[in-house]
């Protein structure tokens, strides 16, 4: 790449700010390991930055004013300094594109999700040119197989690694589709051999990302072919995929469950609504009974399996029996960790221009399905006190006097450990817990016995 080109080299410092799901972290990961190869080091603080760069998130309200309101921060901190280069990435610079450019002068360029190939020259375009610029072209093809070539040096106990990225299904209330746009699977070998790069850089544990992960096909590769190839590699001791959906629960993946030893028990499963009425006004293109059906054949493979989910509440239509729908839904399912928002409308979709259920409503039905979801985690923590757990340990807690890791259920684990127990899968008897985190302590040989 332009490496020759740049005069600055080694004089440039990138600030890296992420809003949104994991697929934006990986993408900022990724970014960073190629604007290195024109001479940039990541700095976490603002100040010393020359380069600052907003990786954006569209799917709900307020995500526009969000951008600015960073950018005036950002503003004010380098009044008295050099402007550093604003370059605004993610899913608002594509929906908002030329737009953005002309309402906040202080930014130089956007980007959109599916052109990052292009970052490294857009910089270096930029600042021989000083003309602004939009990127906004879906080219997944060129993105992945540019980033194939640019070694992931993530270097994390559990490691990112994107292999799908956009949407076909257009469910009415979501932007995916419009802002990563259409479903495309990266082919298997590349995504092999990024897991290994990943495994030589220390990666013990892979997720798997994707806005419908589970859509995966490259050449009738499928996911659970993805999983079963990356479990051979023999440092990785877990592995984990998000987001999928009910539609493309397919068999080989359920099998999967009864033969991987290192797919974790939780499957995050997005319902959305309780109520087929809703899930049909919202295009899910999956009704309850089918996801009943996916519970329940996952149970009966291995009971230990736990579901997590989201939830949308408060969608155009939704009456007080819709809600109760979705309430015994979760009484039924019981899910151990879950994300619920108020529905908010989204540009260019089509619930966008559906009629709104009252603000008051939304906001009590959002109260109460967040109870019973925040119930249902504590009573999982609390369960898990008293026994001995599998966690993996991913780094030392900030004041370095204890361990932090994630049990099989992706809960935080705070615990005795050493630094040397880092990329460790060690076991831990729980003392304590609270909604988010469990507390315990290295099992010793007198445990064993009470165990
Ligand atoms: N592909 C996943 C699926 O099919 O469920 C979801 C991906 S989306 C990035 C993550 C979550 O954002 C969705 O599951 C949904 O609950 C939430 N979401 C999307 N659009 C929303 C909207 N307009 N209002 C509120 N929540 C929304
Ligand atoms: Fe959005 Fe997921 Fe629906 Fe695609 S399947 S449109 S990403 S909610
Ligand atoms: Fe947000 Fe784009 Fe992810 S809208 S949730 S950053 S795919």
């Known amino acids: 790449m332009g490496s020759k080109k740049n005069p600055n080299k080694m004089n440039q410092k990138i600030f890296i700010k992420t809003f949104g799901c994991q697929m934006n972290e990986y993408d900022s990961n990724r970014i960073f390991d190629s604007v290195k190869k024109i001479g940039y080091e990541k700095t976490d603080n603002y100040e010393e930055a020359n380069c600052y760069l907003l990786n954006t998130c569209h799917i709900r309200d307020k995500a526009k004013e969000k951008v600015y309101s960073e950018i005036g921060r950002v503003k004010k901190i380098f009044r008295s300094r050099k402007k550093p280069l604003v370059i605004i990435a993610g899913c608002v610079a594509q929906a908002e594109n030329q737009e953005m450019l002309k309402r906040e002068p202080y930014i130089d360029f956007v980007i959109g999700p599916q052109s990052y190939h292009k970052i490294n020259d857009t910089i270096l375009n930029y600042t021989k040119k000083k003309k602004k610029i939009e990127e906004t072209e879906f080219d997944a093809v060129s993105k992945f197989k540019y980033l194939s070539k640019i070694k992931n040096e993530a270097g994390k106990v559990s490691s990112f690694l994107t292999i799908q990225e956009g949407c076909d299904k257009f469910c009415h209330f979501c932007v995916v589709p419009y802002t990563r746009g259409p479903e495309y699977s990266r082919p298997f070998k590349q995504i092999l051999d990024e897991a290994k790069y990943l495994v030589d850089n220390g990666a013990k544990e892979i997720i798997l990302l994707g806005q419908n992960v589970n859509a995966y096909d490259n050449l009738g590769y499928r996911l659970s072919d993805l999983i079963l190839n990356i479990e051979k590699l023999p440092e990785i001791k877990r592995i984990r995929y998000t987001t ?20 974790m028990p939780l499957v995050h499963l997005p319902v959305q609504s309780g109520s087929n009425k809703i899930l049909k006004s919202m295009n899910r293109k999956h009704t309850i009974e089918e996801y009943l059906n996916i519970f329940d054949k996952l149970k009966e493979i291995n009971p230990k399996i736990e579901f997590s989910s989201d939830f949308i509440i408060g969608y155009p239509g939704e009456e007080d029996k819709d809600f109760k729908d979705t309430f015994s839904l979760i009484e039924n399912v019981k899910f151990i960790n879950s994300y619920s928002f108020i529905f908010s409308p989204r540009p260019g979709t089509l619930a966008e221009s559906l009629e709104l259920i009252e603000k008051k409503i939304s906001i009590e039905r959002l109260e109460k399905i967040q109870n019973i979801l925040f119930e249902n985690q504590i009573q999982m923590n609390k369960s898990l006190q008293g026994k001995v757990i599998d966690v993996l ?27 040397n127990d880092i990329g460790k899968i060690v076991q831990v008897r729980i003392k304590d817990s609270n909604r988010n985190t469990l507390f315990g302590e290295v099992k010793t040989n007198s445990d064993q016995k009470v165990a």
Request: aromatic share 8%.
């Open 244 to 263: 999928s959906h009910p539609k493309d629960m397919t068999e080989d993946l359920i099998e999967l469950y009864k033969t991987s030893k290192k797919l």
């Open 393 to 419: 340990v991913e780094n030392l807690t900030d004041d370095k006097s204890k361990v932090f890791g994630r049990s099989e259920y992706m809960t935080s684990v705070i615990f005795n450990g050493k630094k």
